[in-house]
T-cell receptor
Framework: GAVVSQHPSWVICKSGTSVKIECRSLDFQATTMFWYRQFPKQSLMLMATSNEGSKATYEQGVEKDKFLINHASLTLSTLTVTSAHPEDSSFYIC???????????????FGEGSWLTVV | GEDVEQSLFLSVREGDSSVINCTYTDSSSTYLYWYKQEPGAGLQLLTYIFSNMDMKQDQRLTVLLNKKDKHLSLRIADTQTGDSAIYFCAELYFNKFYFGSGTKLNVKP
């Protein structure tokens, strides 16, 4: 099946620094990718929709200046957490849809997720 | 498609059946999903059902969908200790997933 890869899987950064997480579709092209966040013992919440070649669309309550999303190619979206603080510590996971396949139940794939700890 | 609810905990004995329930609000959802998440890990797709289906069976897993009541359930037959995890239902709405709160399944030996 199609694979979505995230990097890094784990990252620890100091408070006030920025950290970038990559989401790559390895064997398909994705015009749209999605970023989710999961706080400990909570559900996954959609943060934003990443659109190739255009600006990301953010969900209500998500700061676009803090969570910078760039979707520069059909296989790569990046999420940059700027000026990270301990409350940004979370599990970040992306999903991507294979644009060449008609939408069905199993054409949207999740990455393995990235654990961010801000100290 | 934004409001998906699940009960938080379920405890069963090994060998019993587990039934995890989920309700959703948006009848426009095309697909409904069940994902499994083990501690510290990502999401594992278990199964999904198209919104015009009532039931789907896949080995030990049975999904029932009551579209009128907007109720989705996952039955795990012969539950094993390895099934202990958090189970999320999710609805797909315009390519976006909206997840329930997750049900923590505890399987006692």
């Amino acid at each position: 099946g199609a694979v979505v890869s995230q990097h890094p899987s784990w990252v620890i950064c100091k408070s006030g620094t920025s950290v970038k997480i990559e989401c790559r579709s390895l064997d398909f092209q994705a015009t749209t990718m999605f970023w989710y966040r999961q706080f400990p013992k909570q559900s996954l919440m959609l943060m934003a929709t990443s659109n190739e070649g255009s600006k990301a669309t953010y969900e209500q309550g998500v700061e676009k200046d803090k969570f910078l999303i760039n979707h520069a190619s059909l296989t790569l979206s990046t999420l940059t957490v700027t000026s990270a603080h301990p409350e940004d510590s979370s599990f970040y996971i992306c999903s991507a849809r294979d644009r060449s396949v008609q939408v069905s139940g199993n054409t949207i794939y999740f990455g393995e997720g990235s654990w961010l700890t801000v100290v | 498609g934004e409001d998906v609810e699940q009960s938080l905990f379920l405890s069963v004995r090994e060998g019993d059946s587990s039934v995890i329930n989920c309700t959703y609000t948006d009848s426009s959802s095309t697909y409904l999903y069940w994902y499994k998440q083990e501690p510290g890990a990502g999401l594992q797709l278990l199964t999904y059902i198209f919104s015009n289906m009532d039931m789907k069976q896949d080995q030990r897993l049975t999904v029932l969908l009551n579209k009128k009541d907007k109720h989705l359930s996952l039955r795990i037959a012969d539950t094993q200790t390895g099934d202990s995890a958090i189970y999320f239902c999710a609805e797909l709405y315009f390519n976006k997933f909206y997840f329930g709160s997750g049900t923590k399944l505890n399987v006692k030996p």
